[in-house]
């Protein structure tokens, strides 16, 4: 069964770096997702991309992040400046938007650790 | 805003018994989308189940039931025949209909007893 690929698995990174996450979606999938987990809490949603476009954003999504579908497979997630409170659990995920309401397919997750 | 809520954090279970886990939802939509993921110490996130709010029969999938009741906005996750690999954390999920974004509970931690 195919598979939204994320890399790397984890990431170490000092305060104040830029760091790129980077995740391959299902190949005919139309829509691409980055969530969030802080250790011990809930996934947040950040952001949505369709159509070479953001489609909605949460308030978590600000100036320090952005998304890019830089060619026809790689989906990735920018942060430009990292924060201690960046530290997380990313999760790319990816769905079939042709077809009403189908589930979302998440990746194994980037950890991101920012020291 | 649509809120998910799970009141119970840690559930726990005899192997082979049977585990319900409760999910409540808030939402002023009437088509919606309803979903339970797993998420086991890997930290993968596995779709178990999904629910149509427009289907008044409840999704089945082998082990895996649910018990939506639409009015009430309550959406449980029945396992039966509890197993040890279905340790795990599990996160109850909202989507409207037309938007596939995801609105999570805070999740349960179930613990499987051998």
């Known amino acids: 069964e195919p598979e939204v690929t994320q890399t790397p698995s984890h990431q170490v990174t000092q305060m104040g770096q830029e760091v790129i996450l980077r995740c391959v979606p299902i190949?005919?999938?139309?829509?691409f997702y980055w969530y969030r987990q802080i250790l011990g809490q809930k996934v947040e949603f950040l952001v949505s991309?369709?159509?070479?476009?953001?489609?909605?954003k949460s308030e978590i999504f600000d100036d320090q992040f952005s998304v890019e579908r830089p060619d026809g497979s790689n989906f990735t997630l920018k942060i430009r400046s990292t924060k201690l409170e960046d530290s997380a659990m990313y999760f790319c995920?990816?769905?079939?938007?042709?077809?009403?309401?189908?589930?979302?397919?998440f990746g194994n997750g980037t950890r991101l650790t920012v020291t | 805003a649509q809120t998910v809520t799970q009141s119970q954090p840690e559930m726990s279970v005899q192997e082979a018994e049977t585990v319900t886990l409760s999910c409540t939802y808030d939402?002023?939509?009437?088509?919606?989308?309803l979903f339970w993921y797993k998420q086991p110490p890997s930290r993968q996130m596995i779709l178990v189940i999904r629910?149509?709010?427009?289907?008044?029969q409840n999704a089945t999938e082998n082990r895996f039931s649910v018990n939506f009741q639409k009015a009430a906005k309550s959406f449980s996750l029945k396992i039966s025949d509890s197993q040890l690999g279905d340790a795990a954390m599990y996160f109850c999920?909202?989507?409207?209909?037309?938007?596939?974004?995801?609105?999570f509970g805070t999740g349960t931690r179930l613990t499987i007893i051998p």
């Open positions: 939402t002023s939509e009437s088509d919606y989308y």
């Open positions: 995920a990816s769905s079939d938007w042709e077809k009403q309401g189908s589930p979302l397919h």
């Open positions: 999920a909202y989507s409207n209909f037309g938007n596939e974004k995801l609105t």
């Open positions: 629910q149509e709010a427009y289907k008044q």
């Open positions: 190949s005919n999938h139309l829509y």
């Open positions: 991309f369709y159509n070479n476009e953001i489609s909605e």
